[in-house]
């Protein structure tokens, strides 16, 4: 069975909550504080009210109250690492109403008024924010303070971030639709690295085959077997670029039949072969 979005409940006494946090399973929930969510080195699918997209390293989203959300993260079995992701909740009233009616904080308003459809943001506004949210985690007082407000005018004066759901979103569209994706990304996540058919899919969420094609194109914006595809060339730029492993061994451990395939595949999503990929990241300096 497929659950309700649970809500989450944050005890930061009207405060900021600042914590590392490991790529383990996510969950469908909400809560009305703001969310501040940087996912340092891993990689999966990232579920935000109506949007759905693959995410890999250096990943930074603000989301507002309320949005429903969810990280269904790739399994790493090589990674033991505790700290991949920073994690932020606060409220409203943590700023002050009559700070945020300020003129000089005009640009915050709006990015906060703009967060009720989630934001994401590129990569090198993750890495400038990236000290900041440290030191969010590591400070209190005052210094937690300013590292807040300076992570707030990165994201403000960002110059290329994007809204996540859309224009019409409503939530009870959420309620009855992602929560089944959800499931259905927690089932591809788990089996990436071998065959996956239809029919084995479609009855996780209890539908025909035919019946599960057109409901994930629908609701997804692609087709099944497009996404699985997806999955597996995120997975296998990640272990490209971190691991040592042969193109071979990640082609069959990213459930790729042959490496023919493996590269016909990754060379449709880059624009270049996994060995070319690779090379990128291990010259020297």
């Not at 005890?11 to 914590?19: E, L, P, S, Y």
């Not at 300013?146 to 004066?157: A, E, G, Q, T, Y």
């Not at 996404?227 to 040592?244: C, F, H, S, W």
């Amino acid at each position: 069975m497929v659950s309700e979005p649970e809500i989450k409940v944050c005890d930061n006494n009207g405060g900021f909550m600042a914590q590392y946090v490991s790529g383990s399973d996510g969950f469908w929930h909400f809560h009305p504080e703001y969310e501040i969510m940087l996912n340092i080195n891993n990689n999966g699918t990232r579920i935000v009210g109506d949007s759905i997209e693959l995410f890999d390293s250096n990943d930074l989203v603000l989301i507002g109250g309320n949005i429903p959300h969810c990280w269904n993260y790739n399994r790493d079995s090589g990674n033991t690492s505790q700290g991949r992701g920073i994690l932020i909740h606060f409220n409203l009233s943590s700023i002050g109403e009559a700070l945020l009616a300020q003129h000089e904080l005009q640009s915050v308003r709006i990015l906060l008024m703009e967060s009720e459809r989630g934001i994401h943001f590129s990569v090198g506004d993750a890495l400038l924010a990236e000290s900041h949210l440290n030191n969010m985690v590591n400070t209190r007082g005052i210094e937690k303070m300013i590292s807040f407000f300076k992570v707030l005018s990165i994201m403000c004066s960002s110059e290329k971030k994007n809204l996540l759901c859309s224009e019409t979103y409503k939530r009870a569209f959420d309620e009855r639709n992602n929560k089944k994706l959800n499931d259905i990304f927690a089932y591809v996540r788990e089996n990436f690295h071998r065959p996956i058919t239809l029919e084995d899919v479609s009855k996780v969420i209890d539908m025909t085959p035919f019946a599960f094609s057109k409901y994930f194109k629908k609701y997804s914006g692609e087709g099944f077997v497009e996404y699985v595809n997806k999955v597996r060339i995120e997975k296998a730029r990640y272990l490209l670029r971190e691991t040592g492993y042969q193109v071979q061994d990640i082609a069959h451990q990213c459930g790729f039949m042959g490496i023919s395939n493996f590269n016909k595949h990754f060379r449709r999503e880059e624009g270049l072969s996994p060995r070319s990929y690779r090379g990128r990241f291990r010259k020297a300096p």
